[in-house]
């Protein structure tokens, strides 16, 4: 069955970075796109970006561009994206979901979710 | 930026209740509207994909439709299970969240 499985939680300080990984598994990998959302407490979801596994091309929200990084490794499956210059407007839950390509890229499997926590 | 404005953003009903949201973007966006539901803890879950598609395993109580933008999700005949909040989609240009619908218990 298709996973995502992702983290449980990070904290970082002010003005750091973090990395977050999602292992995908039960699918080709690189035949899906892999996305990043995140939503602060009782916010709605917010779309970052986007990867493409097979090529390692990515598309960013214009919010996040010059501040997120979003990589892969094919052989572990493994997708990452990297937030720098963190601030506590940075501290919500970070989702990884998978989607097709274009705009048929409905997000059809999500991870669980990584606290990412930013504070002194 | 293509916008997503969701309606209403909160409302109470009661189970076996017709429910209607409705999801309008800045732009026409042709078909490419998806519908979510979230459950408090857990991260959303694929709904209708394309205005109107049923995804897989989830119960035909739940229909969408329109396209340009305005376009509709729809409860037949609400379930205790299906009080949640409701997030539209747009993948047209870049992806777009909605600000979400609420649904609670009358």
């Known amino acids: 069955q298709v996973q995502l499985v992702q983290s449980g939680a990070e904290v970082e300080k002010p003005g750091a970075s973090v990395k977050v990984p999602c292992k995908a598994s039960g699918y080709t990998f690189i035949n899906y796109d892999i996305n990043w959302v995140r939503q602060a407490t009782g916010q709605g979801p917010e779309w970052m970006g986007w990867?493409?596994?097979?090529?390692?091309?990515?598309g960013y929200a214009q919010k996040f561009q010059g501040r997120v990084t979003m990589t892969r490794d094919t052989s572990t499956t493994t997708a990452y994206m990297e937030l720098s210059s963190l601030t506590s407007e940075d501290t919500a839950i970070y989702y990884c979901a998978r989607s097709g390509f274009g705009a048929n890229s409905w997000f059809d499997y999500w991870g669980q979710g990584t606290l990412v926590t930013v504070s002194s | 930026d293509v916008q997503m404005t969701q309606s209403p953003s909160s409302l109470s009903a009661s189970v076996g209740d017709r429910v209607t949201i409705t999801c309008r973007a800045s732009q026409d966006i042709w078909k490419y509207l998806h519908w979510y539901q979230q459950k408090p803890g857990h991260a959303p879950n694929l709904l209708i994909y394309a205005a109107s598609n049923l995804q897989s395993g989830v119960p035909s109580r739940f229909s969408g439709s329109g396209s340009g933008t305005d376009f509709t999700l729809t409860v037949s005949s609400l379930q205790p299970e299906d009080f949640a909040t409701y997030y539209c989609q747009q993948t047209y240009s870049d992806r777009t969240f909605g600000q979400g619908t609420k649904v609670e218990i009358k």
């Open positions: 990867m493409n596994p097979s090529s390692g091309d990515t």
